[in-house]
């Protein structure tokens, strides 16, 4: 039975409330939608201003979901856009401003919200990089823990400000907060330096090889986000699997005792609303990458 919501005084349609998309949890799009309106404060300023990519699965996580970049033009008119150039032509993305948008994209089983690294007045130029601590079926959680806290050395080393997170899947993201000077070929080569000497530093358990079958049990470090029109996962969103995990921004000081399925639909919003954003200020550490990249220039190789 279809219901109709007012959100920010714009009135949403929801048509099939009572969808299952977690079958097994017996969690519907109303608690979907329930959810992201609980946690909108803190999740929009992650979102804002960004071109978005969103992840549908209209049957529900067991039926088939998909990736949507272009937005419907049966979307409303209320939701903003930005024409984005392609090799090909041009994407038209959403852009999530206001609680009404989430509203209405849960609505539409949008489960994952993934957002660019860079915002739409500048797309050339990321305010975001990304390492995505990616394990293996035989790396241990301590292996993981242990590749997280090198990274942040190194990172720390080169002047950047790391922020912990974890992926509501598998593993941890790192996010370093940037000043735009550098476009994402520079961002993206400066990355996989870092990554590099991490994974020298332990090249039995982390890896850098692209290849999943020359890994050899070790733990990713994916530096592979950072390109032009790559997204990553946005802090709080939902995620498509079992248990509707969710991305959690967690302090370093959380890394022993969190996991990265730690957080889910049910638990979410109890411990956003009883703690501080551990990435409040995130914005005032913001670097540029020129410093760091005279550093790993003087290390030797």
């Known amino acids: 039975m ?9 009135s949403i349609e929801i048509s099939k409330p009572d969808k299952l ?21 803190r999740l929009l300023p992650y979102l804002r201003g960004r071109p978005l990519v969103l ?8 039926g088939e979901g998909f990736f949507q970049k272009e937005a419907p033009e049966w979307f409303p008119d209320w939701i903003p856009r930005v024409t984005v150039a392609k090799e090909d032509g041009v994407v038209h993305h959403l852009v999530c401003e206001e609680e009404a948008t989430l509203v209405f994209l849960a609505a539409e089983s949008c489960i994952e919200l993934h957002p660019w690294l860079a915002t739409i007045d500048d797309l050339a130029h990321p305010d975001r990089m990304v390492f995505d601590l990616d394990p293996s079926e035989d790396s241990s959680l301590e292996d993981l823990r242990g590749t997280a806290r090198d990274l942040r050395g190194h990172l720390l080393d080169l002047g950047l400000t790391p922020f912990l997170m974890t992926s509501g899947s598998r593993g941890y993201h790192v996010v370093i907060p940037l000043v735009r000077r550098e476009a994402f070929d520079e961002v993206r080569a400066l990355a996989h330096e870092v990554a590099r000497l991490v994974a020298a530093q332990d090249p039995t ?5 692209l290849a999943k079958a020359k890994r050899g049990g070790r733990v990713f470090i994916d530096y592979l986000r950072n390109a032009y029109a790559q997204t990553a996962i946005a802090p709080l969103s939902v995620r498509a699997r079992p248990g509707a995990p969710v991305a959690m921004p ?16 049910g638990n979410a919003p109890r411990h956003v609303a009883g703690t501080r954003n551990p990435w409040a200020g995130m914005a005032d550490t913001a670097a ?4 760091a990249q005279r550093i790993l220039d003087g290390l030797p190789q």
């Open 288 to 291: 540029s990458l020129e410093d």
């Open 2 to 10: 279809s219901t109709t919501l007012r959100v920010g005084g714009r």
């Open 55 to 62: 992840r549908r699965y209209p049957e529900g996580i067991e």
């Open 250 to 265: 967690i302090g370093w000081d959380q890394l022993t005792r969190v996991a990265p399925r730690s957080y889910d639909l």
């Open 205 to 209: 358990r982390r890896t850098v090889e």
């Open 21 to 41: 998309l977690f079958p097994a949890e017996g969690i519907t799009t109303g608690d979907l939608i329930a959810y992201y309106r609980r946690i909108a404060e």
